[in-house]
């Protein structure tokens, strides 16, 4: 019975590959035209792959958490005698029967999904299913991995993810024969064996811009008694995403923080006085509409905050716009919805994005474009403050704000102990581009707009 391939699509907007996040079909299936698939996680969006025709799915390719190239084989379909694909209930769309490893790429790419990449993965209380052979090793793993074509066409026909095979070649260059170990091991630890051996005592290195990679950490595997005390999920998704931002940050951008009190007293007796209005207009007026706009504020006398190093030009990116990115707690983990053109925005506006942003990241309803974009980011802990912390910057941004608990505590004024609200406000800087007095001026001409609000009024 002949087979047709069904190829990972053009997605568009230069994306070149993407992470499936849930299959959502399995061989043997009997699909309808237009029936969703599979779930892909871009640099830019979730994207739900449909099926090209009615048929009978052979065999799938791509585990959970594996990257897949576009114009890779995603699906094999079983064919029937005449070149049609097989689906006794379900009429097929005809075709020509396709030699194998030579069918077109398609070119239809599905459904542009509006939620958080991997939230349908997130939400499932299933375990997801145990990675394909091919992708069991060590745990080593390498972005981009340094091998010849013909290495990674035997990768290619043996189904084996080259990001996972240990090298050890020159220069940290997988070989030929890296690529039979892992297939080998990985083979017999699918049969119960250890899977120990040539492929995982083979150099860890790769090259990632000329340095040499840290070896990702392995958890050893349990006992079998032990072992049912523990439950492994994969790592994929949104907070796979997450873990390589901040880990992209921290790696990067050369962090200080700086923390300070903010007396918001007359912040509060503003905010009540304007809640009413604000109410009768549809909005819900928190602080954190008033804290944007002084972070908005304070960036014109400071645009230097408002900035991206371009590094492969070396030239300073000073942004003439402000997108300000809100970061929210939801259950696939922290998003940063943005505020875009936050600068031409009253305080209203900003309350208004704040709530829609807010409450679309926790229903898993937000754009791509919600996601995507923003130049400063400010996270509030709200309730759950603290009394200070030191925030990762939202690389490639070069500060962040962080927002603590309000509080009532004892303050001085005029001479007089009189208890005040104060609130810690945490701002970590990129001291590449930053400078301490920098920062700390920013800093100040955030706490005077929020200590004295009615300058927003005046100045915004």
């Keep these: ?51 090209p025709k009615a048929g009978t799915i052979a065999e799938l390719h791509g585990s959970v958490g594996q990257v897949v190239k576009v114009h890779s084989v995603l699906v094999t379909y079983e064919l029937g005698n005449g070149g049609a694909a097989v689906a006794p209930s379900v009429a097929a769309e005809p075709a020509k029967p396709e030699a194998k490893g030579s069918g077109p790429a ?91 051996g040539a492929a995982e005592s083979a150099s860890p290195r790769s090259e990632a811009r000329g340095t040499t990679a840290r070896p990702p950490v392995s958890i050893p595997v349990p006992s079998d008694e032990a072992g049912a005390l523990e439950e492994r999920r994969p790592f994929v998704g949104v907070r796979r995403k997450i873990a390589e931002k901040m880990q992209q940050s921290k790696q990067t951008a050369a962090h200080f923080t700086f923390v300070e009190e903010c007396d918001v007293t007359e912040l509060k007796k503003v905010r009540d006085r304007l809640k009413t209005r604000a109410d009768k207009a549809g909005v819900k007026l928190t602080p954190l509409a008033f804290i944007a706009r002084a972070v908005v504020a304070a960036i014109k006398k400071h645009p230097t905050l408002n900035s991206a190093l371009d590094e492969s030009t070396n030239e300073l990116v000073v942004r003439k716009y402000v997108n300000l990115g809100i970061a929210a707690a939801t259950d696939a983990g922290l998003m940063v919805p943005v505020i875009r053109d936050a600068h031409n925005k009253s305080i209203l506006d900003l309350a208004r994005e704040i709530d829609r942003l807010g409450q679309g990241a926790r229903d898993g309803k937000l754009t791509p474009k919600d996601l995507s974009g923003s130049t400063f980011t400010i996270t509030s802990l709200g309730a759950q403050g603290g009394l200070f912390a030191t925030p990762i910057i939202n690389f490639p941004e070069v500060a962040i704000l962080g927002v603590h608990q309000m509080k009532q505590k004892p303050v001085v004024r005029d001479g007089q102990i009189v208890i005040g609200e104060v609130m810690l406000l945490s701002l970590s800087f990129d001291h590449r581009i930053i400078d301490g007095h920098i920062g700390a001026a920013f800093a100040y001409d955030v706490i005077g707009y929020l200590q004295e609000p009615d300058r927003l009024l005046l100045e915004g």
């Design 106 to 196: 398609a070119t239809a790419v599905g459904d542009i999904k509006e939620d958080l990449p991997g939230m349908s993965w997130m939400k499932s209380q299933k375990p997801a299913a145990a990675p394909a052979a091919a992708a069991v090793s060590s745990g080593y793993y390498a972005e981009k991995p340094l091998a010849t074509p013909a290495t990674r066409k035997l990768a290619r026909d043996l189904d084996v993810d080259l990001k996972r095979v240990p090298p050890s070649g020159d220069k940290g260059r997988v070989t030929k024969d890296d690529v039979q170990r892992f297939k080998g091991a990985a083979h017999g630890s699918v049969n119960g064996h250890a899977g120990h």
């Design 1 to 51: 019975m002949a087979k047709w391939e069904f190829k990972l699509p053009d997605i568009g907007e230069g994306v070149t590959e993407g992470e499936v996040v849930s299959w959502l079909v399995k061989a043997g299936d009997v699909v309808r035209e237009d029936q969703p698939m599979v779930e892909v996680m871009t640099d830019k969006a979730t994207v739900t792959i449909t099926s």
